[in-house]
Structures are given as C-alpha cells and as structure tokens.
C-alpha cells in the first residue's frame, strides 16, 4: 500500500515539474527566430550591460573577449598594425561609441543593432550603428561603423 502511494506521489510529481514552462526554453526558442526582439532577453541583457561598461571604461581586454573575431570598425581596408581601439581612439570615436551602445537596440535581421532608428530605415540611417549577434551561442559585438559609402550595402541586412 505504501510502496503504491509513493509510486503516485512521484508520477504526480514528475508530471507537474515537467508542465512548467522554464524562461530558458522561451528564450532559447526566441534566439532561433530571425528578427525576433531580443532586447528583453536575460542573457542579451547581461551582454549589453558588460558591452557599456567595456565601452564606458574602455576596457579592451573585457572589449576583445565581447567582440567577433571578424569584427567591422571600418569599411575600407585598415593599415598594417591598426586596431578598433587605435582607429576609436584617433577617430575620437569613444563617445560615439558609449552613445550608441548604451540606448536601446532593436532586430535586424540576425542582428540586434542600435540605435533603433537604424533598424527602422537601414538604408538611410546617415549616423553610427553598433551590431550584435549570437555566434556559437554567445553574443558577441559585431560591428560598429559610419554610414556605408555610396554604392555600399549597409551592414546588418
């Protein structure tokens, strides 16, 4: 009598625990779903708060380790030696970047890029867009770059 008793309460168990519905399996299924609003997901969130502190205290090293290692900062090809941190740098482009990085970001395709206003018209948003993507299961920062020249695709499509 006991043994059965047990043996329901356990089934029971077994089946209410897995009725629940867990964050993380609407978030993963959310990630497969090209241009899929991302921005309220846990673990973009925890990205793009480690993404502007990086970019706010010019972080390199925590900067390198977000980054893609095909990561865009320029559309012509760069110098020998040069790097997104020296062209920022020289370019006076860390206010830019901090800007950008810490508004909102939107779906874009593969892409949550900021700002908004980009993702709305890419290909006439006329300022800086920053871009990020899930590569591997990580988020990693893609790119972030001017206005393409004329003739250009924008990045992000």
């Not at 077994?14 to 990630?31: G, H, V």
């Amino acid at each position: 009598m006991h043994l059965r008793l047990l043996t329901v309460a356990a089934a029971a168990g077994i089946i209410a625990f897995t009725a629940c519905s867990s964050p993380y399996k609407k978030s993963d299924q959310a990630r497969k779903e090209k241009g899929k609003d991302l921005s309220g997901d846990p673990s973009f969130q925890a990205f793009a708060g480690r993404l502007r502190i990086a970019v706010r205290k010019r972080d390199f090293e925590m900067l390198n380790s977000l980054m893609a290692a095909d990561f865009g900062y320029r559309w012509d090809t760069a110098p020998p030696g040069e790097t997104a941190f020296s062209y920022w740098t020289e370019q006076n482009l860390w206010p830019e970047l901090y800007e950008i990085v810490r508004g909102e970001f939107a779906p874009n395709g593969e892409y949550m890029v900021a700002p908004p206003a980009f993702a709305a018209n890419p290909d006439s948003y006329p300022g800086y867009r920053a871009g990020t993507r899930m590569i591997n299961g990580a988020w990693r920062f893609a790119y972030f770059v001017p206005a393409p020249p004329a003739g250009e695709q924008a990045l992000g499509q």
